[in-house]
Antibody, heavy 125, light 107 residues
Framework: EVQLVESGGGLVKPGGSLRLSCAAS????????MNWVRQAPGKGLEWVSS????????YYADSVKGRFTISRDNAKNSLYLQMNSLRAEDTALYYC??????????????????WGQGTLVTVSS | EIVLTQSPATLSLSPGERATLSCRAS??????LAWYQQRPGQAPRLLIY???NRATGIPARFSGSGSGTDFTLTISSLEPEDFAFYYC?????????FGGGTKVDIK
């Protein structure tokens, strides 16, 4: 069974940092592009960042570029999101999501066939 | 950035009725469009990929159509568990974008 389990969320002050992790199991993690998607409370979905299988291609939303860093460790079946200089508008539930192999373009985009349950990040003083 | 506009924002229907949800793109996304269902307190679930292909395990009452800039998700006969939020998403160009969502609620 495919499982994605996020962790690392919490309450942080503006300007602070957090590192999110996503532990993957039930599939060959190194074969799949991965993304982070977030959802502010009561709002819609927003793509945050993408990374390909070998970390060769990485993309960010303009809203997080220069502040967030996506990475992965295929040996540990894990995806990460280092978040620095956090702002109130970064408050959201952060999901890690797997790109479906049926829709992957090998550059990190596609449709998301599996999602974690999310980890909540709250940025507030 | 490709903007996806979903309509209506809310669709109030009764169980057994047909639901028709629209997603319009600000420029062509060819067939690179997906649909997701999100129930309260749950992660999104992939329903349709590449505009018209049902994802694994998705009931046949869900269907997708369209290409270019205009797309439709149809639920042929609403079941109680179908009352939820629905989002479209494009992967034709960066940044990846989602529509604002349509809420299907019980009339």
């Amino acid at each position: 069974e495919v499982q994605l389990v996020e962790s690392g969320g919490g309450l942080v002050k503006p300007g602070g940092s957090l590192r999110l992790s996503c532990a993957a199991s039930g599939f060959t993690f190194s074969d799949y592009d991965m993304n982070w998607v977030r959802q502010a409370p009561g709002k819609g979905l927003e793509w945050v960042s993408s990374i390909t299988t070998g970390s060769n291609y990485i993309y960010y939303a303009d809203s997080v570029k220069g502040r967030f860093t996506i990475s992965r460790d295929n040996a540990k079946n894990s995806l990460y999101l280092q978040m620095n200089s956090l702002r109130a508008e970064d408050t959201a539930l952060y999901y890690c999501a797997r790109i479906s192999s049926l829709t992957s373009n090998s550059y990190g985009s596609g449709a998301y066939d599996y999602w974690g349950q999310g980890t909540l990040v709250t940025v507030s003083s | 950035e490709i903007v996806l506009t979903q309509s209506p924002a809310t669709l109030s229907l009764s169980p057994g009725e047909r639901a028709t949800l629209s997603c319009r793109a600000s420029q062509s996304v060819r067939s690179h469009l997906a649909w997701y269902q999100q129930r309260p307190g749950q992660a999104p679930r992939l329903l349709i990929y590449a505009a018209s292909n049902r994802a694994t395990g998705i009931p046949a009452r869900f269907s997708g159509s369209g290409s270019g800039t205009d797309f439709t998700l149809t639920i042929s006969s609403l079941e109680p568990e179908d009352f939820a939020f629905y989002y479209c998403q494009q992967r034709a160009d960066w940044p990846l974008t989602f529509g604002g969502g349509t809420k299907v609620d019980i009339k």
